[in-house]
């Protein structure tokens, strides 16, 4: 981590050493064998840092979401059953609105065979369900709860097939920041950060006043959001819509959701 090169030059890269890279010759003693990955780089030139052994993270995939206390149980029902979006402020007889409804479901306006509606319909305004009961099972393959959660991620349940997509919003690269994860079947190891694999797809309730958007909030408008300024990070990307006049359509309609729009089933 950090250091100085052949010139005395203090450095910012971040490197790891791990039994993947170890090699099968061990070097001379103090000199070590295989090779040292580039894992990420430092916010600035620096040499002399010490480096910790901090424990693993904590799984907390064991630990269950429901039954445990009725008041909290209740908490959870009144959130589910009284707690809704606010009210949008766009009315859905807006010319725009009513133009943007139908580009949203419109197959094929970004990427052929597929809508707006492929992803984010359903009565929550995402294709995604909770269909199983707490807490997902640490499995790697459909068994006990039938989920599939590989890495603190859930993959896969018995009627989604796939759970994560990869809609071009993501990279490793191209000075974007991303988490690294401590591997618990190597502590002296990395793990993927999460995202990499794709995301769930998230409800379009109250999305007029959620910005900033993606993951890491790079898209700070619904503009955004469908200009194609950013995602353009590999993947298919199934966001970005070329015509203006299209876009701020379906962004007059995504101003009009909230909790008494009709859902697309």
């Keep these: 981590m950090g250091g100085i090169d052949s010139t005395g030059a203090d450095q910012t890269a971040i490197f790891e050493l791990s039994v993947a890279t170890n090699g099968p010759v061990a070097g001379p003693a103090g000199t070590p064998s295989g090779a040292l990955v580039t894992r990420g780089n430092l916010s600035g030139a620096r040499s002399g840092l010490q480096v910790s052994n901090p424990p693993g993270v904590t799984n907390f995939l064991t630990a269950r979401s429901g039954g445990?206390?009725?008041?909290?149980?209740?908490?959870?029902?009144w959130i589910a059953t009284r707690v809704r979006s606010s009210n949008a402020p766009l009315s859905a007889g807006d010319p725009a609105v009513v133009s943007g409804r139908q580009k949203f479901g419109q197959a094929g306006l970004v990427t052929a065979g597929f809508s707006c509606a492929t992803?984010?319909?359903?009565?929550?305004?995402?294709?995604?369900?909770?269909?199983?009961?707490?807490?997902?099972?640490?499995?790697?393959?459909?068994?006990?709860?039938?989920?599939?959660?590989?890495?603190?991620?859930?993959?896969r349940t018995l009627t989604q097939v796939n759970v994560l997509f990869n809609v071009g919003t993501f990279t490793l690269g191209g000075g974007r920041l991303n988490e690294?994860?401590?591997?618990?079947?190597d502590i002296g190891?990395?793990?993927?950060?999460?995202?990499?694999?794709?995301?769930?797809?998230?409800?379009?309730?109250?999305?007029?006043?959620?910005?900033?958007?993606?993951?890491?909030?790079l898209a700070q408008s619904l503009e955004e959001v469908l200009n194609g300024s950013q995602d353009t990070f590999g993947g298919v990307r199934h966001h970005f819509v070329v015509d203006p006049s299209i876009r701020q359509d379906l962004i007059a309609f995504l101003r009009s959701i909230d909790a008494t729009t009709p859902t697309f089933p």
Aim: net charge negative; with cysteine.
């Design 68 to 77: 445990r206390d009725d008041r909290q149980d209740a908490i959870a029902v």
């Design 119 to 155: 992803c984010h319909g359903g009565p929550k305004w995402t294709r995604s369900t909770v269909d199983y009961g707490p807490p997902p099972s640490p499995q790697t393959g459909i068994g006990f709860g039938d989920q599939q959660v590989i890495g603190a991620e859930l993959r």
């Design 180 to 185: 690294i994860r401590s591997n618990l079947a």
């Design 189 to 217: 190891a990395a793990a993927a950060p999460l995202g990499l694999n794709g995301f769930n797809i998230p409800s379009l309730l109250s999305a007029h006043e959620t910005a900033p958007y993606f993951y890491t909030g």
